[in-house]
């Protein structure tokens, strides 16, 4: 067999074995569901959820979140797989709901300044706001790690970025639908605030997190 053929048969031979970034990414959505359906039988649906519903602010807000969970998702997987094409913007692309979110965050701590500057202050820390966010982070963000690993990631900085992102992404969402503190101080300080330090902090350890 020539050198050539050979090639040829090893890259056929390795596009059959290649683990789809659809399967992972799907996984990972369906763990973070199981997950907050566990969460919402002990702690329940906030009551004024319908009501809250329609909140232009809310479900913008809510909108953004779970295409940051499922974009998120879906490109940690993708660019974890070395055969596939993954250009540069596809990493961006995936930040872009998440950036959508947190200007919308600013936008409405800048208009509350405007009109009511004493809505604006420091209020104590919400433990079950803190312990689910936590939860979110720390099961599905790990189990999500877990998936991209198993594709032998070549941009592990990158995709431990987005894996976490994913995590607090759905953890933030989730929290929408049962925390009923939406006080944009609140909302700044513990969703966005710990959204970005984390996913920092998981692009700084992908690396050492995703080494194969």
Same mark, same amino acid.
């Given at each position: 067999?020539?050198?050539? @053929?050979?090639?040829?048969t ?6 059959t074995?290649t683990?789809s ?7 990972g959505?369906?763990?973070s569901?199981?997950f907050?359906? &566990? /969460?919402?039988w002990?702690?329940?649906?906030r009551p004024d959820?319908?009501?809250? /519903? ?6 913008? #807000?809510?909108?953004? &979140?779970g295409?940051s969970?499922?974009?998120s998702a879906?490109?940690s997987?993708?660019?974890a797989i070395?055969?596939l094409? @993954?250009?540069r913007w596809?990493r961006l692309?995936?930040f /872009?709901?998440a950036v959508?979110?947190? &200007?919308s &965050? $600013?936008l ?7 009109q @009511?500057?004493a809505l604006?202050h420091?209020q104590?820390m919400? =433990?079950?706001? $803190?312990?689910n ?7 599905p ?5 877990y ?6 990631p070549?941009l592990?900085a ?10 607090t @992404?759905t953890?933030n969402?989730?929290?929408m639908?049962?925390?009923q #503190?939406?006080?944009?101080?609140h909302?700044f300080a513990w969703h966005?605030i710990?959204?970005?330090l984390?996913? =920092?902090?998981?692009y700084? =350890?992908?690396p050492?997190l995703?080494?194969?």
């Amino acid at each position: 067999m020539s050198n050539r @053929s050979l090639i040829e048969t090893l890259s056929r031979e390795a596009e059959t074995k290649t683990r789809s970034p659809w399967v992972g990414a799907i996984e990972g959505i369906a763990f973070s569901l199981v997950f907050f359906l &566990l /969460i919402g039988w002990f702690h329940q649906l906030r009551p004024d959820l319908m009501e809250k /519903i329609h909140d232009p602010w809310y479900l913008i #807000n809510l909108i953004l &979140l779970g295409f940051s969970a499922l974009l998120s998702a879906t490109i940690s997987c993708w660019i974890a797989i070395p055969n596939l094409r @993954s250009p540069r913007w596809m990493r961006l692309v995936a930040f /872009i709901p998440a950036v959508g979110w947190a &200007l919308s &965050l $600013v936008l409405m701590l800048y208009q509350t300044w405007l009109q @009511s500057p004493a809505l604006i202050h420091p209020q104590e820390m919400d =433990m079950f706001c $803190v312990q689910n966010f936590m939860l979110f982070l720390l099961l599905p963000g790990a189990f999500q790690l877990y998936q991209i690993k198993r594709l032998a990631p070549v941009l592990p900085a990158w995709s431990g970025a987005l894996a976490i992102l994913f995590a607090t @992404s759905t953890g933030n969402f989730a929290l929408m639908l049962l925390e009923q #503190n939406d006080a944009i101080y609140h909302q700044f300080a513990w969703h966005l605030i710990p959204t970005a330090l984390f996913t =920092m902090l998981g692009y700084a =350890m992908g690396p050492r997190l995703l080494k194969w």
